[in-house]
């Protein structure tokens, strides 16, 4: 099964193209295993390093996983794709870092970004630069997710503590960062939080303009207790939201790098025409 000649794009992507297509249409299943990386580049009459540049796109699509001494899988539905933590540490060895965070609290980012603060603090990383950004849902207008359930109706009191929640992961976030700046500890951090009108139905996560890591929020209906009673909520469940990472590479045509540049672009386009300045 050799490559097309005549296809312009680089031999890698040809290869994931064909995997992918194997994987999506099942001719690969959940749990299988793949060809081994010297048998693919048979098979398409490539360089092993091909094959592994190839491989290395669908990981960070999440759609394979390599398991040390028994080679690559195809993911399985119930598999955790990604975690954000190790992500976010990593980013803060950079020279210069950015943060971009859209979603409903903040609370998964402000636990990944502690550790790199504290090492920062004790003089075991030294950005020059950290630029946080935080879009969300502005919690002082009426919301059209989360509801009640038994009118479907925005609630005041839930949207108080919601406020309260997003307060205290993102204003922590916004002190930590800022504070690194005030002690010297990095010539430029800023942190700012903007809220805008629309009801967050994913989380998206964007860093150093090089990572997106992405995540549908499911709508679960539980019971929540605030004000001294108890309310029936269609709520955002972010701790069932999956993430799904892509990463850009030097191939500005890869599922990976267009689909951070339109994470970008999306971001910027909310952060800079109906988002506002949360006020304190």
């Given at each position: 099964m050799a490559l097309d000649?005549?296809?312009?794009?680089?031999?890698?992507?040809?290869?994931?193209?064909?995997?992918?297509?194997?994987?999506?249409?099942?001719?690969f299943t959940?749990?299988?295993?793949?060809?081994?990386?010297?048998?693919?580049?048979k098979t398409y009459n490539v360089a092993p390093m091909t094959v592994q540049n190839a491989l290395r796109e669908l990981r960070e699509e999440g759609l394979?996983?390599?398991?040390?001494?028994?080679?690559?899988f195809v993911r399985e539905r119930t598999e955790?794709?990604?975690?954000?933590?190790?992500?976010?540490?990593?980013?803060?060895?950079?020279?210069?870092?950015?943060?971009d965070f859209a979603g409903f609290s903040g609370e998964t980012l402000h636990g990944a970004m502690a550790e790199p603060l504290d090492k920062i603090r004790i003089g075991r990383l030294r950005p020059e630069s950290i630029h946080v950004r935080l879009l969300l849902p502005d919690p002082r207008q009426p919301w059209s997710l989360p509801v009640t359930v038994e009118d479907q109706a925005d609630s005041p009191g839930f949207r108080q503590r919601a406020e309260e929640i997003m307060r205290r992961h993102t204003l922590a976030i916004v002190d930590s960062v800022t504070e690194l700046a005030g002690l010297g500890l990095v010539q430029e951090a800023t942190a700012e939080i903007r809220v805008h009108p629309a009801a967050p139905l994913f989380k998206l996560y964007l860093i150093n303009e090089e990572e997106a890591f992405f995540g549908f929020y499911p709508v679960r209906e539980h019971v929540i207790t605030f004000g001294g009673e108890t309310q029936a909520m269609y709520d955002l469940m972010g701790k069932d939201a999956i993430l799904f990472h892509h990463s850009a590479n030097?191939?500005?045509?890869?599922?990976g790098s267009q689909y951070v540049d339109q994470a970008k672009t999306w971001f910027?386009?909310?952060?800079?025409?109906?988002?506002?300045?949360?006020q304190r």
């Amino acid at each position: 099964m050799a490559l097309d000649p005549d296809d312009p794009r680089p031999p890698y992507v040809q290869v994931a193209n064909a995997l992918r297509a194997a994987i999506l249409t099942r001719k690969f299943t959940a749990g299988d295993k793949l060809p081994s990386r010297n048998e693919l580049a048979k098979t398409y009459n490539v360089a092993p390093m091909t094959v592994q540049n190839a491989l290395r796109e669908l990981r960070e699509e999440g759609l394979i996983v390599s398991r040390q001494g028994s080679g690559v899988f195809v993911r399985e539905r119930t598999e955790r794709p990604v975690g954000l933590r190790p992500h976010i540490e990593r980013a803060f060895e950079a020279q210069h870092v950015t943060i971009d965070f859209a979603g409903f609290s903040g609370e998964t980012l402000h636990g990944a970004m502690a550790e790199p603060l504290d090492k920062i603090r004790i003089g075991r990383l030294r950005p020059e630069s950290i630029h946080v950004r935080l879009l969300l849902p502005d919690p002082r207008q009426p919301w059209s997710l989360p509801v009640t359930v038994e009118d479907q109706a925005d609630s005041p009191g839930f949207r108080q503590r919601a406020e309260e929640i997003m307060r205290r992961h993102t204003l922590a976030i916004v002190d930590s960062v800022t504070e690194l700046a005030g002690l010297g500890l990095v010539q430029e951090a800023t942190a700012e939080i903007r809220v805008h009108p629309a009801a967050p139905l994913f989380k998206l996560y964007l860093i150093n303009e090089e990572e997106a890591f992405f995540g549908f929020y499911p709508v679960r209906e539980h019971v929540i207790t605030f004000g001294g009673e108890t309310q029936a909520m269609y709520d955002l469940m972010g701790k069932d939201a999956i993430l799904f990472h892509h990463s850009a590479n030097d191939d500005d045509t890869s599922t990976g790098s267009q689909y951070v540049d339109q994470a970008k672009t999306w971001f910027t386009s909310m952060w800079t025409t109906v988002a506002k300045e949360y006020q304190r």
